[in-house]
């Protein structure tokens, strides 16, 4: 049983920052892509960020430049750095961990989401 623990959200003024942490735990042999997602009310979910095995990263157009990805694999755990936040950042970002749980067999791992809200 794979289990994924966000932590770090809350509400910060426009341009400031904020780290969040996402770590899993559970029978894990190895995990491939790290991500974060986020959701606004009445929006769909969409990709924030997104990092590789090797550390390869990708960004949402609307976050390059503020934001940054990393992870520590020895410790199963993606970070996401948000500088100069906006109020439309304001949402609840979810991580997502494609985590080998067995020899061929790939579990798509959420965290529970955590709110980050960017209000004066």
């Known amino acids: 049983q794979v289990q994924l623990v966000e932590s770090g959200g809350g509400l910060v003024q426009p341009g400031g920052s904020l780290r969040l942490s996402c770590v899993a735990s559970g029978t894990i042999f190895g995990i491939n892509t790290m991500g974060w997602y986020r959701q606004a009310p009445g929006k769909e979910r969409e990709l924030v960020a997104s990092i590789t095995r090797p550390g390869n990263t990708n960004y949402a157009d609307s976050v390059k430049g503020r934001f940054t990805i990393s992870r520590d694999n020895a410790k199963n755990t993606v970070y996401l750095q948000m500088t100069s936040l906006k109020p439309e950042d304001t949402a609840v970002y979810y991580c997502?961990?494609?985590?080998?749980?067995?020899?061929?067999?790939?579990?798509?791992?959420w965290g529970q989401g955590t709110l980050v809200t960017v209000s004066s």
């Open positions: 997502n961990m494609g985590i080998l749980i067995a020899a061929t067999s790939t579990l798509d791992a």
